[in-house]
């Protein structure tokens, strides 16, 4: 099943700094690959993104900077796929047509 997933660019960088494999990252690290991210901004986009699901975190709330340098992050699987297209929209693969035989 295909979903269309929209994402910011602040969504978009996000996700690439966590990766798509789906393996753990400590909140400090993120912080540090995020860089000139305003943190209202960062803060915002993470947990627009918990909140649909896209992002798993080991703690319930992740509000403040100090929260996000405690936890530890890794994309949701499930939405692995869909989240691959979503940041590289041009690069799906072509629908595939039957051909008529006439």
């Known amino acids: 099943?295909?979903?269309?997933?929209?994402l910011?660019?602040?969504?978009?960088?996000l996700l690439k700094s966590?990766?798509?494999s789906g393996s753990p990252n400590p909140g400090r690290l993120l912080l540090e690959q995020m860089?000139?991210?305003?943190?209202?901004e960062f803060l915002d986009d993470l947990?627009?993104?918990?909140?649909?699901?896209y992002v798993l975190a080991?703690?319930?709330?992740?509000?403040?900077?100090?929260?996000?340098?405690?936890?530890?992050?890794r994309v949701n699987a499930s939405y692995a796929r869909d989240l691959k297209e979503a940041i590289r929209p041009g690069?799906?693969?072509p629908e595939r047509?039957?051909?008529?035989?006439g």
């Open 1 to 6: 099943m295909h979903r269309e997933i929209n």
């Open 8 to 13: 910011s660019g602040g969504e978009i960088t």
């Open 18 to 20: 966590l990766g798509l």
């Open 35 to 40: 860089g000139e991210m305003a943190e209202a």
């Open 47 to 53: 947990t627009g993104l918990i909140g649909q699901g």
């Open 58 to 73: 080991d703690k319930v709330n992740v509000r403040t900077m100090e929260d996000v340098e405690r936890a530890v992050f």
């Open 91 to 93: 690069r799906h693969e």
């Open 97 to 101: 047509r039957r051909r008529r035989r």
